[in-house]
């Protein structure tokens, strides 16, 4: 019988981070000043930032270290398992061997203590007192919360209030923490009560949540800083410990991927999974295939123009090259709550668009269909968000099928459903509808990018 689950011990626990930025194949283009359109200096990032995240933001050294405070904390869940889905293959009746890598066992059921960890422990080490941040689904808030808590930093969240109706539990955990959780837009920003005055029903975005965040941390006169659960450098570094482990378990496994998957909205779990294996592909000359999975109703990959942008719907937050559907789209209110952003990681964006990373849509009925599909025969629920790399899994293991290919696939299962019932129950009683964003829409976005030289 073929083994079904590979496990490290806490010494296997990566002891650095890898950086892409040492390895990217096209040179990083220049973060800009939102004002001036001119690249950005420490002292406007050290507004929102502690030093030690800006020099990690920038540096390009293959490893960093991993503070041992953090690898501490990191053993409470770490090193994660991985799993071959053996149940799911024969479901399928697929020669393809399919494994994923799964981040739910976290305290907070998702990847995102991989970076809120170390985000708290640099913010702590530089005197810092309370930070700010937005959250979509939930699955950052509570993980930022759980390390606040850890560190004894006060924190304030500016919560999607579509999420926030519709996800109240994860608002609870964050609250057991000790966060204040706000929906968003909410009343307490300049910026909110501005959405608010001319949309009084905004399901709100992303985009808003870190306009209002990054506002109460500038305007807080040094006594808050602000941390970001994804897109930026330093957060996707943080997330390798997932695929350095991934690395060494498929050698536990004796296979090799053909083909690596994961969920996109920002681009941190999806990073974090996949970059230790393109740096197998740029540096030791393997030939794994990488797919970014996006949603349909928010496809800023698939869809969206490689531009620089705002990072916020406010223009307030520093400008990035990425690809974006413009930072005023308002995505629709899909359960998948942590891809409702408008832009993607910059490095993501950049090996996407020089053809090393491919992008794939996927509407909101047929992901469910795959995470139910999956839950039936491996027994895990899968966050909406993950789903989506499930359900690129499936058809990848299916198309092995049809060809009479034995292919290996490996995915991040980036967090658990526990969570996520109503969307499930709105699955099953055949209420979820797909969405396709309108190219006219995008394009009605696109003439609010900035003007950069």
């Not at 494994?99 to 422990?121: D, I, M």
């Not at 599909?373 to 629920?381: C, D, K, L, N, S």
Request: net charge neutral.
């Amino acid at each position: 019988m073929p083994q079904h689950k590979f496990l490290l011990d806490e010494s296997r626990l990566p002891k650095a981070w890898y950086n892409i930025n040492a390895d990217l194949p096209v040179p990083p283009t220049p973060v800009l000043h939102p004002q001036t359109m001119q690249p950005v200096t420490p002292d406007f990032l050290g507004v929102l930032f502690p030093m030690s995240l800006i020099m990690q933001e920038v540096s390009t050294e293959r490893y960093i270290e991993i503070p041992e405070p953090v690898r501490e904390i990191y053993k409470l869940w770490r090193p994660t398992p991985m799993f071959r889905a053996v149940n799911l293959e024969k479901a399928l009746d697929t020669p393809a061997h399919i494994y994923y890598k799964y981040e739910g066992v976290s305290p907070v059921g998702s990847h995102k203590a991989n970076t809120s960890v170390p985000q708290a422990f640099y913010n702590k080490e530089a005197g810092t007192k309370a930070l700010t941040t937005e959250t979509g689904a939930g699955q950052w808030g509570s993980a930022l919360s759980m390390a606040c808590s850890f560190f004894g930093l006060d924190l304030e969240i500016y919560m999607v209030k579509v999420s926030y109706h519709q996800k109240p539990y994860r608002r609870i955990i964050m609250e057991n923490f000790g966060a204040n959780v706000f929906a968003s837009p909410s009343d307490r920003t300049n910026y909110g009560r501005s959405v608010l005055k001319d949309s009084p029903d905004s399901p709100g975005s992303l985009g808003m949540a870190i306009s209002e965040a990054v506002e109460a941390a500038a305007t807080s006169n040094g006594a808050k800083k602000y941390s970001l659960g994804s897109v930026l450098g330093h957060v996707l570094m943080h997330q390798t410990v997932i695929g350095l482990e991934a690395l060494e378990q498929m050698e536990m496994a004796g296979e090799y991927p053909d083909v690596v998957i994961g969920c996109a909205g920002g681009g941190s779990n999806f990073a974090g999974f996949t970059y230790p294996f393109l740096h197998q592909n740029f540096r030791k000359g393997k030939k794994t295939r990488v797919i970014a999975a996006e949603p349909a109703s928010c496809p800023s990959l698939t869809r969206g123009k490689y531009a620089f942008d705002y990072g916020d719907t406010a223009a307030t937050a520093p400008i990035m090259k990425m690809h974006t559907l413009g930072h005023t789209f308002i995505p629709p209110g899909i359960h998948a709550g942590g891809l409702r952003y408008h832009g993607m990681a910059a490095s993501v964006s950049a090996m996407v668009d020089h053809g090393d990373i491919e992008a794939r849509a996927c509407k909101q009925v047929e992901t469910f269909q795959a995470a139910v599909q999956f839950m039936r025969a491996e027994g895990i629920i899968p966050a909406p968000e993950s789903a989506h790399a499930v359900r690129v899994a499936i058809d990848e293991a299916l198309a092995c099928k049809k060809n009479g290919e034995k292919k290996v696939i490996a995915f991040n299962l980036s967090g658990h459903g526990h969570f996520d019932m109503m969307a499930y129950e709105q699955f099953h009683q055949g209420k979820l509808v797909d969405y396709e964003y309108p190219a006219e829409l995008v394009d009605q976005a696109m003439k609010h990018l900035p003007k950069v030289a």
